[in-house]
């Protein structure tokens, strides 16, 4: 029955399904009633929120209902019925439902303004209080253990309610009616230090520890380079780039530049860090080599409390109120959020630590976005976004992928919805696998749900793929770039043929080897390999991936002149040794686009050795201004994209570093986009889909999908996740699906 229809019925059954619960819906409704002196009830039920409502202005409720709801709420779809007519009176929020669960539990979100006015105001009873948090901010997703998200369902029922607490929360015009994570002084979480304690360290240039929304994090001045290099020292971290915060949005031009849909990102309810172009205002160890730096707003009331400490006119003068604020672990392991743990493992980082009493469940890392071609592209995907689904253009059976080594997440898919989850981290230690098999185990019981399959990479050496195979479910396995194409294509919910350029550092292929920069033809569940780039060396297998000057001496040794390996890289010991490996027939081979990165970097004398994935891509587009094309910089020959001609001009003598990063950039997007466009030509497919590690890089994510445009095909970019392997569980899902209702046809079967 149609909203208008039954609204002319006396009593009406309002199902409202979406992200609306934990958001404080059930409170909108109840003042929404009111408003219209309506009788009934509101109650969180398995597939969202249920209402019954009675009285002459029902229809006005119903219209009204999706124009008004609370900023953390998403509806995705009213459902409006006829029930029988009470003769009710008044309106009440009621018990709620149990059974086979279909709503979900939404992202954590930064403190309320009118929270933050609360924390500030000596008259209130929250006043400089730590854990303040209304129906329309604070954690959900990282306290919450299952649906029904109510109190006994989170970490806050350890928390018994005082009088003043029970009272807002059962006084349906108070904005903490029914918000599950209220507290206060009296009845609440406590920390362990008290803010003079922190903000104290901070400023005699200690590392400090604190217990956030998602999991701990690391501070120190930002502006105090021996701090910051004691920090990238403790932590293990050589070069990789910190984030900052800063306290307000007005400080942030201090130290970068932003345009209005960057600083709308920053004050978004997800609260991201943003990177932006420095102005090179910090310690110059924040992100060496770089030319944008990570910024973020303060997310938590502990944020501000440190801040508003921080501003008094003896701390300003020393700290510069801009703080670094990175994950709380070793390099290369899961962020920490167990108490016991922290205490232990981060003693040999930070000088304080400062815990709370509010567990933690599920870590999330702070998310990482960027604005490319004035659109959002995610970096990171964690705090504040997860577990926002992504709406297939089906529905599919439950399937869970678990996604790759690097940059782990996973998927669990539920009817037409994919839930990704938050960025995981690596796999290669037995913290990151621990971490990663919680995460399935929180989203698969927060959802309800039970997987019939697992999609997993092709690759038998991943922990994933082991994980996988040790579990009797059926399996699917997915290659890697495939995966990387349908992310994307379940996203655009595209159906039909697809073009696919992929280009990333590594992924297992079809047949084995190492592919890194393909061209597909994809449909449905099915791909085709129908390019690649031009093969190149990898003198010592995977060292060659952490050592550029390796890939560079590849290059060298292709043109010829590999007699001019060991003058370039005398520097390295075993550069001799290199030169004759790559005398001798066979060896391993990459069609990896981020090699080409890694090359350019070494050839140009950027840098010849990674301390982290990508460095040297990133220290090579931050050399880029403007992009030079070199014409007749690349061949195409077979469907095989050569860039032989163009490494032969950066060799050259007569180019500097800056002046050779524009110039590979120009021309690998002008080739990439030449490539894409002859293949459109040959298979009558004007439709590409561009993801891959490579595309965080912003100069090709902005070229190539406008060179793309330019030559009348339309691109698909990734949107709601990242290109790299954080996007990568949800091809593996959605390829999987296709695959399991392609099977269920055949047989007769319905899906």
Known sequence: MSPAAACDRTRLRVLVSGAVQGVGFRPYVYGLAMRYGLAGFVVNGPEGVIIEIEGHRASEFVATLPLEAPPMARIDHICVGETAA?????????????????????????????????????????????????????PRYTIA????????????????????????????????????????????????????????????????????????QL?????????????????HRLQKPFAVMVGSIERVNEIAEANAVELTLLESMARPIVLLPSRNKLAPAIAPGLSRVGVMLPVTPLHHLIFHALSSPEARSRSGAVIVATSANLCGEPLLIDNA?????????????????????????????????????????????????????????????????????????????????????????????????????????????????????????????????????????????????AAVIAEHGHAGPTLALVLDGHGFGSEGGNWGGELLLCEGSWSRRIGHLAPLKMPGGDR????????????????????????????????????DLLDQPGGTTTTSAGRLFDAAAALLGITNLQSYEGEAAMK?????????????????????LSLRPLFSRLIADDIDAAGGAELFHGTFAAACVDWVARSAQTTGVNTVVL?????????????????????????????????????????????????????????????
């Open 219 to 235: 501070l120190c001045d930002a502006r105090n380079q021996d701090a910051v290099q004691r920090l990238r020292r403790r932590k």
């Open 145 to 216: 253990e299952r649906l029904p998200y109510d109190r006994r369902n989170t970490v806050m029922r350890a928390f018994r309610l005082c009088a003043a607490c029970g009272a807002d929360y059962a006084d349906p015009a108070s904005r903490r009616f029914h918000a599950e994570a209220i507290a206060c002084p009296t009845c609440g979480p406590r920390l362990s230090h008290g803010i003079s304690a922190i903000v104290a360290a901070i400023v005699r240039g200690q590392i400090v520890a604190v217990k956030g929304l998602g999991g701990y």
């Open 544 to 579: 060659a991936a952490r050592e550029p000057w390796r890939m560079a001496s590849a290059v060298l040794h292709g043109l010829g002149r590999g007699n001019e390996i060991g003058r370039r890289f005398a520097a390295q010991r075993q550069a001799g040794c290199v030169s």
């Open 341 to 485: 743990q922290a205490l232990r493992r981060l003693k040999a980082i930070a000088d304080l630590v400062v815990t709370h009493d509010r567990d933690i469940l599920t870590h999330a890392d702070d998310s990482v976005v960027s604005v490319v071609a004035g659109r959002l592209q995610f970096i990171r995907r964690a705090r504040g976004y997860v577990p926002e689904p992504i709406r297939l253009e089906r529905s599919v059976p439950p399937v869970l992928a678990v996604g790759a080594t690097l940059k782990s997440t996973i998927t669990i898919t539920r009817d037409n919805q994919a839930f990704v989850s938050q960025h995981i981290g690596d796999l290669n230690t037995a913290e990151g696998i621990r971490a990663f098999e919680k995460t399935i185990r929180h989203l698969t019981s927060s959802l309800d749900v039970e997987p019939v399959v697992i999609a997993h990479d092709l690759h038998p050496g991943m922990a994933s793929t082991r994980f996988a195979e040790a579990n009797a479910r059926k399996l699917v396995a997915v290659q890697h770039h495939h995966a990387h194409a």
């Open 691 to 751: 993801s891959g590690g490579c595309f965080l890089n912003a100069v090709l994510a902005d070229k190539i999908p406008r060179g793309c445009s330019d030559a009348g095909l339309t691109p698909l970019v990734p949107r709601r996740l990242p290109p790299n392997d954080g996007g990568l569980s949800l091809g593996q899902a959605w390829i999987a699906a296709l695959q399991i209702a392609q099977q269920s046809s055949a047989s007769g079967g319905t899906a």
């Open 86 to 138: 009470l003769a009710a009176e008044g309106f009440s929020i009621g018990t709620s439902e149990v059974g086979k669960l279909s709503t979900q539990i939404v992202a954590d979100a930064a403190v309320c303004q009118q929270c933050l006015s609360e924390l500030f105001d000596p008259e209130n009873r929250h006043y400089l209080y730590p854990f303040i948090s209304c129906c329309h901010c604070g």
């Open 620 to 640: 090579l587009e931050a050399l880029v201004r403007r992009t030079v094309i070199l014409q007749a910089g690349w061949t195409i020959d077979g469907g095989v």
